[in-house]
T-cell receptor, first 117, second 113 residues
Framework: AQTVTQSQPEMSVQEAETVTLSCTYDTSESDYYLFWYKQPPSRQMILVIRQEAYKQQNATENRFSVNFQKAAKSFSLKISDSQLGDAAMYFCAYRSDINFGNEKLTFGTGTRLTIIP | DAGITQSPRYKITETGRQVTLMCHQTWSHSYMFWYRQDLGHGLRLIYYSAAADITDKGEVPDGYVVSRSKTENFPLTLESATRSQTSVYFC????????????FGPGTRLTVT
């Protein structure tokens, strides 16, 4: 079974600075997908960014980018120019690419990000 | 309203009672999921469904029952609630495999006293 580990329960960053959230995963599969979800105080789960394992290029979405190291099984999230609205719990998630029965997500335990004004 | 909705948003029930959490999506997504969120555990999958009348267990299915008679609905029933089932429950849906994201409902906070 796949596991996802987020080793930083809490992090903080000054507004406008850059912060990196760590995520490692364990899998024996070669094809899979990785996601970062954001959960603000409203509790709504919001997709931040996604990465296909077969793509070597790191995904980017505006101020959010990932550092995907497939051999190291690492998938960190970098937030540039941090804003107050980025304060949230961030979850890393894994999904297999194998057919039926593996569409489910496996989540890490989350990192709570605080933005310091 | 379009999207994925859950009801109720908050529920307090007593130990031993049966409670059903509702989930409804308007996108006609094939896949639907139930997760529970607990501090220190992230989100864990309870049950999921690939289509109407097709369901399967996830990581923590004990004490829960699901059904899916219609594509748009995926209710979760706690047959005899226990305090360990106090949690926040999320329903999600997706179109299928690949990089497609799962869309989450707003969550239901359930407290079992």
């Amino acid at each position: 079974a796949q596991t996802v580990t987020q080793s930083q329960p809490e992090m903080s960053v000054q507004e406008a600075e850059t912060v990196t959230l760590s995520c490692t995963y364990d899998t024996s599969e070669s094809d899979y997908y990785l996601f970062w979800y954001k959960q603000p105080p409203s509790r709504q789960m919001i997709l931040v960014i996604r990465q296909e394992a077969y793509k070597q290029q790191n995904a980017t979405e505006n101020r959010f980018s990932v550092n995907f190291q497939k051999a190291a099984k690492s998938f960190s999230l970098k937030i540039s120019d941090s804003q107050l609205g980025d304060a949230a719990m961030y979850f890393c998630a894994y999904r297999s690419d194998i057919n039926f029965g593996n569409e489910k997500l496996t989540f890490g335990t989350g990192t709570r990000l605080t933005i310091i004004p | 309203d379009a999207g994925i909705t859950q009801s109720p948003r908050y529920k307090i029930t007593e130990t031993g009672r049966q409670v059903t959490l509702m989930c409804h999506q308007t996108w006609s997504h094939s896949y639907m999921f139930w997760y529970r969120q607990d501090l220190g555990h992230g989100l864990r999958l309870i049950y999921y469904s690939a289509a109407a009348d097709i369901t399967d267990k996830g990581e923590v299915p004990d004490g829960y029952v699901v059904s899916r008679s219609k594509t748009e609905n995926f209710p979760l029933t706690l047959e005899s609630a226990t305090r360990s089932q106090t949690s926040v429950y999320f329903c999600a849906s997706s179109t299928g495999q690949g990089v497609y994201e799962q869309y989450f409902g707003p969550g239901t906070r359930l407290t079992v006293t």
